[in-house]
């Protein structure tokens, strides 16, 4: 399994950037690098993924480490809805995505 | 954007029964569909990867005849638990690939909510 070692959890005032780290040491160079999160009781959502080169949408940027053995989601500014499970996932050649154990996000009003 | 469903959403059933569930791809083609379960405050495991057409491939660990994967068309998998357990209570979450789409990106559904009693 592909492994990635995120914090269990981490508090962000609202409106304020968030930082989300994860370390993905074992990464190999075909593997991408994606971010989901959850809500209580729903499947995952999409939020951004990445190769090497920093990505941006509307969600998020992603900023890969140059030896791409860690990476880090930026929210802009947090939100109350961004209150959420994030998981950074290693996706390998064969396309199955193998879930740490995630970032538990808290956003205080 | 893509939608997946799941059905039902939530199901009890009675310990020794089988249940299945399905995974639809509303809006898009999907080859390759993935099962994943999730226990109370804990990720999400995958379990396979089922492929239209062909046998599920999965996981170390996941009995294949406990958890039947049939993946008959390009919008549909469905994973049947048979002869449920109590401990096979758990979230079970499926995701699909839209098979034009260059991302790789996996679109999840919303999950099934299985209790045995």
């Known amino acids: 399994d592909a492994k990635t070692t995120q914090p269990n959890s981490m508090e962000s005032n609202e409106e304020e950037p968030v930082h989300l780290p994860c370390n993905h040491s074992?990464?190999?160079?075909?593997?991408?690098i994606h971010w989901y999160r959850q809500l209580p009781s729903q499947g995952p959502e999409y939020v951004i993924h990445?190769?090497?080169s920093n990505v941006n949408n509307r969600m998020a940027s992603l900023a890969i480490a140059e030896d791409r053995k860690s990476s880090t989601l930026i929210l802009h500014r947090a939100t109350l809805r961004d209150a959420a499970v994030y998981y950074c996932?290693?996706?390998?050649?064969?396309?199955?995505?193998?879930f740490g154990t995630g970032t538990s996000l808290t956003v205080i009003p | 954007g893509a939608v997946v469903s799941q059905h039902p959403s939530r199901v009890i059933c009675k310990s020794g029964t089988s249940v299945k569930i399905e995974c639809r791809s509303l809006d898009f083609q999907a080859t390759t569909m993935f099962w994943y379960r999730q226990f109370p405050k804990q990720s999400l495991m995958l379990m396979a990867t089922?492929?239209?057409?062909?046998?599920?491939?999965?996981e170390q660990g996941v009995e294949k005849d406990k958890f039947l994967i049939n993946h008959a068309s390009l919008t549909l998998s469905t994973l049947t638990v048979t002869s449920a357990h109590p401990e096979d209570s758990s979230f079970y979450i499926c995701s699909a690939r839209d098979q034009t789409s260059l991302s790789y990106e996996q679109y999840f559904g919303p999950g099934t909510r299985l209790t045995v009693t």
């Open positions: 996932i290693l996706r390998k050649t064969g396309n199955q995505f193998y």
């Open positions: 990445g190769l090497t």
């Open positions: 089922s492929n239209e057409g062909s046998k599920a491939t999965y």
């Open positions: 074992t990464i190999s160079g075909t593997d991408y």
